[in-house]
């Protein structure tokens, strides 16, 4: 399976710091999705990135894919009280259905 | 505002009622999925539809069946519930097969 898993599975920080999670999967892929998930709503894309891409930003948000260790990372720099939820990697490859990993849940204490 | 939209929010069903679920979306988007949630186990994906008039099994397909006879709408139907169908179900949609989803808010079903 393709599957990816977030690690770690809960994560609490304090307002002001950065928040790193990661992925990691057992396949080749051709990309990788990251989305967020707030208490009761459905999920929202943050970012995606391609196998022959190493690093994407998208605001307070970095993503990196690391395909030689089947992985990639998550990293929210300066966190809020807002960006408490739950995060999902999705790993794809062309012509298949992405497939979710079960999350990581991120507190972001005030 | 455009999005995807499920319908009901919640519903309680008894074993063996049966049940539909709409899915309708706004973006022309090619693509529907119909995922379930359930705690410490992501998202699951149950059918999925590649165009208008296409449907395909997922994951954990068994016990539901789906229709996409509009493009705009993806309905998931459950014709005999039981207790493990009790999950939150999302729909999301997409304009093809890599590109970001887009989820609606959810339908949180219970079956007693």
């Not at chain 1, 393709?2 to 950065?18: F, K, R």
């Not at chain 2, 949609?93 to 079903?109: E, I, K, N, Q």
Request: with cysteine.
């Amino acid at each position: 399976s393709q599957q990816g898993e977030e690690d770690p599975q809960a994560l609490s920080i304090q307002e002001g710091e950065n928040a790193t999670m990661n992925c990691s999967y057992k396949t080749s892929i051709n990309n990788l999705q990251w989305y967020r998930q707030n208490s009761g709503r459905g999920l929202v894309h943050l970012i995606l990135i391609r196998s022959n891409e190493r690093e994407k930003h998208s605001g307070r948000l970095r993503v990196t894919l690391d395909t030689s260790k089947k992985s990639s990372s998550l990293l929210i720099t300066a966190s809020r009280a807002a960006d408490t939820a739950s995060y999902f990697c999705a790993t794809g490859n062309y012509g298949q259905n992405f497939v979710f990993g079960p999350g990581t849940r991120l507190s972001v204490l005030p | 505002n455009a999005g995807v939209t499920q319908t009901p929010k919640f519903r309680v069903l008894k074993t063996g009622q049966s049940m539909t679920l709409l899915c309708a979306q706004d973006m022309n988007h090619e693509y529907m999925y119909w995922y379930r949630q359930d705690p410490g186990m992501g998202l699951r994906l149950i059918h999925y539809s590649v165009g208008e008039g296409t449907t395909a099994k997922g994951e954990v397909p068994d016990g539901y069946n789906v229709s996409r006879l509009k493009k705009q709408n993806f309905l998931l139907g459950l014709e005999s519930a039981a207790p493990s169908q009790t999950s939150v179900y999302f729909c999301a949609s997409s304009l093809d097969w890599a590109g970001g989803y887009t989820f609606g808010s959810g339908t949180r079903l219970t079956v007693v």
